[in-house]
């Protein structure tokens, strides 16, 4: 069993930044890609970044590229996501998600609760 704590969401303007951290506890972090998704009302929940549990690699969704960077401590058992540049299209509760590779298909194993993100314009 895993355990993930998101925290970090808030209210901010736009163009201002957030970072949001996922804290895991349970089951051996490292043994998962950790994600980060969001859903904002009315919407289904969408991919937003994620970090592989082997080779270090980091995915974005387009709209976020050059905007959010995810990023993880295996020590300390945290991934984050740090958003600069936030627009009112970035408003959605964020998930963070342990998340592994079954053949060509993504199983989520464990979510958060989600934390809030309101981007004012």
């Known amino acids: 069993q895993v355990q993930l704590v998101e925290s970090g969401g808030g209210l901010v303007q736009a163009g201002g930044s957030l970072r949001l951290s996922c804290a895991a506890s349970?089951?051996?972090?490292?043994?998962?890609?950790m994600g980060w998704f969001r859903q904002a009302p009315g919407n289904e929940r969408e991919f937003v970044a994620a970090f592989s549990k082997s080779v270090f690699s980091t995915y974005y969704r387009d709209s976020v590229k050059g905007r959010f960077l995810i990023s993880r401590d295996n020590a300390k058992n945290m991934e984050y996501l740090q958003m600069n540049s936030l627009k009112p299209e970035d408003t959605a509760v964020y998930y963070c998600?342990?998340?592994?590779?079954?053949?060509?298909?993504?199983?989520?194993?464990?979510w958060g609760q989600g934390t809030q993100v309101t981007v004012s314009s």
């Open positions: 349970g089951r051996t972090f490292s043994n998962y890609t």
């Open positions: 998600a342990a998340m592994r590779k079954v053949g060509t298909d993504w199983k989520y194993d464990y």
